[in-house]
């Protein structure tokens, strides 16, 4: 009786060890079970162990490109018209608005100093010069020695520089137009006290425009400097101005869009302004390229792909694609017009799987 009591613990412990096991197999056989249910509903649906597809050759086509891309107009050229000498603006010739022709005066600065300056550095300059062409004849008769010649046409020198900068000082304080165009602003007023590179106003070039768009990787190398555009705006609905490809930026940015620039003509009778919207249509010209419906291609952009049924099975290639032409998808490479391309039933395929096509 004592070694049954002894013994009566161990054994109870034995028989709860031997149930947790039988719980624990039993759990792992339930989820086993499950695994192979997952596993079996990840498995297409197949009918008949094939899978029913709708196939499409691709076939080669002559499309007509044409590329519409948004962006902003700008003036070919912007300058800003600065002063290039100091004093106090006495008269101003132009407000915002105004149009001015190259050389037109913008400002006058006072010149009453200036030109004092300028009238003492022409009469040096008038002496110095025929002391020095009388030099000329002096040494020649050995009158003067060569030093005496030597300062004399130092004298000259430097009064010709004094000359010439006592002029250009006179001349600048007239400011003037360096471009025709139309005045956007002003930055002075009669009375202001100018310095040299002090802003005096802001003039665009209306007659030239450009427009910059951003094209993306695919199309970019597909255009070339001298392209003709229209460009289109909603102020003047179904009309277009003619532009020109005048540039292909080969530096992209991060969404990997390339700068092209696009330069214009305006039309007075129907003027564009410096930040206005429009729409440019690049024409690409009609080419002829190999196409497969756009439903076709598995996966994305970044890694295009397409199912093709080789003796009645579906391979997945990779392929390089260009454009979109309506339903159709430009095909660069990976594919030939022999190829049969899967055209619907993707959903259910996998690489290597059989396939069903119907006749």
């Given at each position: 009786m004592k070694n049954d009591r002894a013994h009566g613990p161990s054994v109870g412990a034995a028989m709860a060890?031997?149930?947790i096991a039988v719980a624990s197999l039993s759990v792992l056989g339930c989820q086993a079970?499950?695994?192979?249910q997952e596993q079996a509903a990840d498995k297409p649906q197949q009918q008949g162990g094939t899978v029913p597809v709708t196939v499409a050759a691709p076939a080669f086509k002559t499309v007509q490109g044409e590329l519409v891309l948004n962006g902003t107009i700008?003036?070919?050229n912007e300058v800003q018209v600065v002063a290039e000498t100091s004093g106090k603006v006495t008269a101003l010739f132009v407000q915002v608005g105004s149009r001015v022709a190259v050389g037109d005066a913008i400002a006058?600065?006072?010149?009453e100093l200036k030109r004092a300056s300028f009238e003492t550095a022409q009469a040096a300059f008038d002496k110095s010069k025929a002391d020095w062409s009388r030099a000329q004849d002096l040494y020649a008769q050995k009158v003067i020695s060569d030093v005496d010649r030597q300062g004399l046409k130092l004298a000259f020198t430097s009064s010709n520089a004094q000359y010439v900068m006592a002029k250009r000082d006179l001349e600048n304080a007239k400011v003037t137009?360096?471009?025709s165009g139309v005045v956007t602003k002003t930055s002075v007023s009669v009375g202001s006290m100018l310095a040299p590179g002090a802003p005096v106003a802001y003039i665009v070039d209306t007659a030239n425009l450009k427009m910059t768009v951003q094209v993306g990787e695919r199309e970019v190398l597909k255009i070339k400097e001298g392209m003709a555009v229209k460009v289109a705006s909603d102020l003047y609905p179904g009309l277009s101005?003619?532009?020109v490809v005048s540039g292909v930026s080969p530096k992209g940015d991060a969404?990997?869009?390339?700068?092209?620039e696009i330069r214009m003509r305006a039309d007075p009778r129907r003027p564009l302004y410096d930040g206005m919207s429009a729409k440019a249509s690049i024409d690409l010209g009609s080419?002829?390229?190999?196409?497969i419906p756009r439903a076709s291609l598995v996966g994305s952009y970044q890694k295009p792909q397409a199912y093709i049924v080789r003796d009645g099975v579906a391979k997945l290639v990779d392929i390089v694609i260009g454009g979109e032409f309506g339903t159709d998808l430009e095909v660069l490479g990976g594919l030939n017009d022999s190829d049969e391309v899967v055209a619907s039933g993707q959903n259910n395929l996998y690489d290597g799987a059989s396939v069903a096509v119907p006749k």
């Open positions: 060890v031997a149930c079970g499950k695994g192979k700008r003036a070919q006058q600065i006072d010149d137009a360096p471009q101005f003619s532009g969404a990997l869009s390339f700068p092209v080419r002829r390229i190999l196409a």
